[in-house]
């Protein structure tokens, strides 16, 4: 059976080619890394869930962006069903910084009347000593975007799984508020089955610790 979830989001992985968005992405949600990456794209999407609070399961469903990172071809759809986004760019490589700017309008620019929730990554900081964008920098340019900013690295896991939840959180605060919501048509987010309806929340609790899976 699969899990229980209450919510559903879409989110997409946004950066230039080879910044490090499916190592990211595997790291999360399969708990591996490999130096040399897959260039075959079977995948379109992982998916893992997180548990926000006591009994609100959070299912993610994570669009890559493999072999569509050229500006302007990614279709619109893409975006306009998807409520966050990680703009992620390499540590090491100046120019994906210089280009995140260019991903986070031409998504909110599709977005709109919507709005995405963001999250600025600076991934592979485990090659420190290679660092082309300071982490001030990168803050200055976060906080003039209005979101986070977190460094990564998916070669020794480092603040992976944080990244997510931030971003997850969000999400989540805002769809609380009321400012995010399930809208007919869109997939950003969709409210799934809920345990708590089912069942009450501690027969879930004993149900989770007798289960295996
Ligand atoms: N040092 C280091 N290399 C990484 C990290 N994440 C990815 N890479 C490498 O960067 C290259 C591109 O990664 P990939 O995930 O395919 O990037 P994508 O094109 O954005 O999906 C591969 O050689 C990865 O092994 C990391 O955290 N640290
Ligand atoms: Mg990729």
């Not at 040399?36 to 379109?44: K, L, M, W």
């Not at 760019?89 to 700017?101: C, I, P, Y």
């Not at 971003?167 to 399930?182: F, P, Q, V």
């Amino acid at each position: 059976m699969d899990t229980l979830w209450q919510y559903q989001f879409r989110i997409i992985l946004l950066g230039d080619s080879t910044v490090g968005k499916s190592s990211l992405l595997k790291r999360f949600t399969d708990g591996v890394y490999s130096d040399v990456a897959d260039p075959t794209v079977g995948v379109d999407f992982y998916a893992r869930s997180l548990d926000i609070e006591p009994a609100v399961k959070i299912k993610l469903q994570l669009w890559d962006t493999a072999g569509q990172e050229r500006f302007r071809s990614i279709t619109t759809s893409y975006y306009r069903n998807s409520v966050g986004g990680l703009l992620v760019f390499d540590l090491t490589n100046r120019k994906s910084f210089e280009h995140v700017r260019e991903w986070h309008r031409e998504v909110s620019e599709h977005v709109l009347p919507y709005h995405m929730v963001y999250i600025l990554i600076g991934h592979k900081s485990d090659l420190d000593k290679d660092r082309k964008v300071s982490r001030e920098e990168a803050e200055r340019l976060a906080a003039e975007l209005g979101v986070r900013y977190v460094e990564t690295s998916a070669k020794r896991n480092s603040n992976v799984d944080r990244a997510f939840e931030l971003l997850t959180r969000d999400i989540y605060e805002l769809m609380k508020m009321g400012e995010i919501d399930a809208r007919d048509g869109w997939e950003g987010v969709k409210t799934g089955l809920s345990n708590k309806v089912l069942y009450p929340v501690e027969e879930v609790v004993e149900r989770e610790k007798s289960c295996n899976c």
